[in-house]
Structure formats: C-alpha cells, structure tokens
C-alpha cells in the first residue's frame, strides 16, 4: 500500500470516529436538554397545583366570613337562624363558592392537559432530533468519504493480502 493511501484511509478513519463523538455528544446535549424541559414542566404543574389549592382555601376562609357576617346581620335584625330568608342567603353564598370551586378545578384540569401536552411533544421533538442525529451519523459513515477510502483499499495488495479485496469474495 503506498504511504499516500494509508494517510487518507487514516484520515477518513479519523473523521468518522470524530463523527461518532460528535453524534454522541450531541444526543447527550438532546437528552439535557429533555430533562430541563421535563423537569420545568413538572415544577409547573406543581405550581398550578399549589395555586389550584391556595385559591379554594381562601375561598373557603371567604366562605366562612361571609357566613358569620351573614349570622351577625341576621341575628342584629331579629331574625332566627334556620328561617326561610335566613337559610335562601347562606344556600346562595354556598352554591356561589361551589361553583367557584369548579371552575377553578376545571381550569387546573385544563392547566394539566396543556403542561402534558407540551411534555408529549417535547417528546417527540427530542426522538426527532435524535433520529435525525442518527440518520445523519449512518449517512455520513455509509455514503461519506470513509466509503471511497475502502473501495480504494479494496483494490490494494494489502487488501488482497489479508483476503478484503473483492476478488477473494
């Protein structure tokens, strides 16, 4: 084999390990970069979550008030506790917060679909980034440079030495 070959199958050798180390190192940067995202969508979660129950304890604590405030103003006008208007104005103001309550579950709900919705197709952009990654790698290893240097070594004396030649096939 003349020294010249030799140089450029090494070379050609050389750039697709360097192509192997940039394909790895660039899937391990995807999969960081996944974990990020992941892990900023679970923390929002948690905080729609929290949010979720911040807001019913303080409208049950409203609640609660507007219920002793109601008790107080009945009870200043003479009314009686259990009456027919005392009993209508505290059914109200719990049908109100109830209602309050369910639309702010509905929203948490929603809240959850989005957040997983985006984790789906952060999903599905980091196995796209990765398979394109890989088609590149197969594409650039099969069909690149390294592939003339081995049909070039094919026809060597070496080649047909060490019985890689297309002859001894």
Do not use: C
């Not at 929203?107 to 088609?135: C, I, P, Y």
């Amino acid at each position: 084999m003349e020294p010249i070959t030799a140089f450029l199958l090494s070379m050609q050798a050389a750039g697709a390990i360097t192509s192997i180390w940039s394909a790895n190192s660039a899937q391990k940067t995807i999969q960081q970069g996944r974990q990020l995202e992941k892990a900023a969508i679970d923390m929002n979660l948690e905080a729609a979550n929290y949010e979720y129950q911040e807001a019913s304890l303080a409208s049950m604590q409203e609640l609660r008030q507007n219920l002793a405030n109601q008790a107080v103003m009945q009870a200043a006008r003479g009314n009686r506790a259990g009456t027919e208007g005392t009993v209508g104005a505290v059914q109200k103001s719990i049908s109100s917060q109830g209602a309050d309550q369910q639309a702010r579950r509905m929203n948490l709900l929603a809240r959850e679909a989005e957040l997983r919705a985006a984790d789906v197709m952060s999903g599905m952009h980091t196995l796209k980034s990765e398979t394109e990654l890989g088609r590149k790698l197969a594409t650039d290893i099969i069909s690149g440079p390294a592939t003339y240097g081995l049909r070039e070594f094919g026809k060597t004396d070496l080649a047909h030495k060490w019985g890689f030649s297309k002859a001894s096939s």
